[in-house]
DNA sequence: CAATAAATACCCACTAGTACGGATTTACAA
DNA sequence: TTGTAAATCCGTACTAGTGGGTATTTATTG
């Protein structure tokens, strides 16, 4: 008998009502991580894992899921978009999010789709059990970083709203290399109104080159 | 007596010359997985684990490390810095390189530093344990994915120096939002030197916007 | 209702970079 | 030695974008 057989009975033992788990993240390093340290724990049973949001979809649904733990950057579709679909076709499905970004906009957006945790990859991996433990619970669970990200954001709301919905749509647009005529043609809008959105990214983003703004994007995941 | 308690003394039943371990990156969770997914190997010690270069560092300069573990991408001094530092300061100190990175170009860069293993993220930590395995046994270990991408480089050797030095280092100063004119004054050259290399960067990489320059730059590490 | 924010649109002057082009020196390999 | 690659440099014409304005309409909010 090995060790991890010797382990599973004592999982077992005390394994009482267990809670069923799938990951997603596209590094197998660190799915395989989590299921290690997830085996200590008996709470929690992981039923499955994918590397991409399409298949993790293609296992919820036909299983039943309590707990999706999902990385928010995945290949093609991203967490963000795997949310809303989870939460659609089975919004008894619990979601903790796990992500690097602690950029108040993609917090706040992710949130509003009614994640059950948001715990930082920074975060040491007792974040990640209590945010378990928490939506155990039924509780809503968020990592100290993000709950300082939060508080920041309503002492200083003025930052969180940095460009409005048609800026950033039209920086999306520069990002993917169009000039200003061709982000009016797409947009149906004047060459002049988008230099004038662009001049007001440029003043708000506090950036003056391109290259800059394109940074601003990448920090900001508008790409 | 707890699991881990338990585990401890089984680890140590079976463990009979166990290599010493320093791990770096920094996401904790990663860290904390990789640190759970190596209790259960006995031949293995965890002595120590830093977030930064800088701070796995300051360990190796006063302890002896048998392997170090590091992430590619660090804040601050990153992965081939440190690779370099540790390789004059210590010399003994096996390194396996843990990267999300799968660019030719990279890879050969940090293999000329003389690591022991190089594997990716998106690897399942078996390619860890076995990198492991084959650094203790004094071999040098690859996953398979990056010993694919050496073999597509000897396949197809003009991909690989696709940039000139000079290219790249042009290439660099773009991306640090300098203007033809700053570079060449900062490399002491023309501003039409600048141009001509500018225009040849463009023609390589296939690009004609600088948008997609950067973008370029992003994929390739530059930034 | 007044004030503000967002989205729309235009003018003018200016500059940085683009797109052609061509050229020289140095070094290294066939 | 001949050829090639890399790095250096220049001219001219053109365009896209920058920076400075101003102004209108619509919607929201105090």
């Known amino acids: 008998m090995n060790l991890a057989a010797l382990f599973a009975i004592f999982k077992q033992a005390k394994n009482t009502q267990a809670m069923n788990v799938f990951l997603v993240d596209d590094h197998a390093i660190l799915l395989d991580g989590i299921k ?3 085996a200590y724990e008996g709470s929690v049973e992981v039923i499955g894992e994918a590397n991409s949001a399409e298949k993790a979809l293609d ?3 036909y299983h039943s899921v309590d707990l999706l733990i999902t990385d928010f950057n995945l290949p093609g579709m991203d967490g963000l978009a795997l949310v809303r679909v989870v939460k659609k076709i089975s919004p008894n499905t619990k979601i903790i999010v796990l992500s690097q970004h602690d950029e108040t906009h993609l917090v706040k957006e992710i949130l509003k789709e009614g994640v ?3 715990v930082l990859k920074n975060d040491s991996h007792k974040e990640l059990l209590q945010a378990i433990e928490a939506v155990k619970n039924g509780k809503i669970y968020l990592s100290n970083d993000i709950n300082r990200i939060l ?9 969180e709203r940095l460009l409005t919905d048609r800026e950033r749509e039209i920086l999306k647009l520069i990002a993917q290399e169009k000039s200003n005529k061709e982000i009016g043609e797409t947009l149906f809008i004047s060459e002049r109104t988008v230099e004038t959105h662009r001049k007001n990214i440029f003043r708000k983003t ?13 920090a900001n995941n508008l790409i």
Chains 1, 2 share one sequence.
Do not use: N
């Open 151 to 159: 508080i920041h954001s309503m002492q200083f709301p003025d930052e």
């Open 36 to 38: 290690s340290m997830l």
């Open 116 to 118: 059950a945790g948001y």
């Open 59 to 61: 296992f919820i649904k």
């Open 206 to 218: 506090k950036t003056s080159s391109l290259v800059g703004l394109i940074k601003f994007a990448y």
